[in-house]
């Protein structure tokens, strides 16, 4: 079920609904999913499908992460990325084999706990987490290159536009009922809005659960 043929076949899928970058696509096959989610639904980590995490949460469909992967890379070579929504640390690892280095802020301290253990296992040096609000960002480690939120909010947290460097990418779920992704790139003081397809996520939330 975890196989390599199961994995060939979620790449090739993942091809077929255009995702084109080869380096997002290596990734998405050589990262072990099945280690980001229970055992009982690891035999379903290489269908394009959310799974849930616990704590009302869910490990976004491969499709997503890829999309928004290859949105975040489209601009160049990252340095510095920051993610607001850790969860399993799923779309973190994928992140820290495409980049320098990953920052990721997560609001559930379970979750996090359980993401750092992943990413040890992995070996992922470049990744540091935070147990945090990411409404605020990060501010001490900012700007960034590129900026990935994973939870889906209405507004984007200003902190974020503050923390994005100049030339710098960010791409979110907007909106509540309805959402669609939302790519905004700064170009020194003015920043671009642009919205894309419909998306699917859990509602970005205030404070953090210990
Ligand atoms: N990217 C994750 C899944 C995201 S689910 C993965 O690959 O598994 C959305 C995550 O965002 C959840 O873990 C949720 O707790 C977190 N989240 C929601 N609001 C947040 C906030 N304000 N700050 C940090 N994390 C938040």
Redesign the pocket.
């Known amino acids: 079920m975890t196989s390599q043929r199961t994995r060939e076949r979620l790449v090739q899928r993942l091809r077929e609904e255009g995702v084109s970058d080869a380096r997002v696509l290596e990734v998405i096959r050589s990262l072990p999913r099945h280690l980001?989610v229970d055992e009982a639904l690891a035999h379903r980590a290489y269908e394009d499908t959310a799974l849930p995490?616990g704590?009302n949460?869910?490990?976004?469909q491969p499709y997503t992460?890829a999309r928004m992967s290859q949105l975040l890379l489209a601009g160049g070579p990252l340095d510095k990325v920051l993610?607001?929504?850790?969860?399993?640390?799923?779309?973190?690892a994928v992140l820290a084999r495409l980049v320098e280095r990953v920052f990721s802020?997560?609001?559930?301290q379970h979750?996090q706990e359980r993401a750092r253990e992943r990413l040890q296992t992995l070996d992922l040096r470049n990744v540091v987490l935070r147990w945090?609000?990411?409404?605020e960002g990060w501010a001490a480690l900012a700007p960034y290159h590129g900026i990935l939120v994973?939870?889906a909010a209405r507004e984007v947290p200003r902190a974020l536009l503050e923390q994005l460097a100049p030339g710098g990418r960010l791409v979110m779920p907007f909106g509540e009922q309805t959402q669609q992704l939302l790519l905004i790139t700064r170009e020194g003081s003015h920043f671009s809005h642009q919205l894309l397809e419909p998306v699917r996520?859990?509602?970005?939330?205030?404070g953090v659960v210990g």
């Open positions: 980001f995490i704590h949460q869910t490990l976004s992460v993610e607001i929504g850790t969860g399993s640390g799923y779309q973190t802020v997560e609001r559930i979750l945090g609000d990411g409404h994973t939870a996520f859990v509602p970005l939330l205030e």
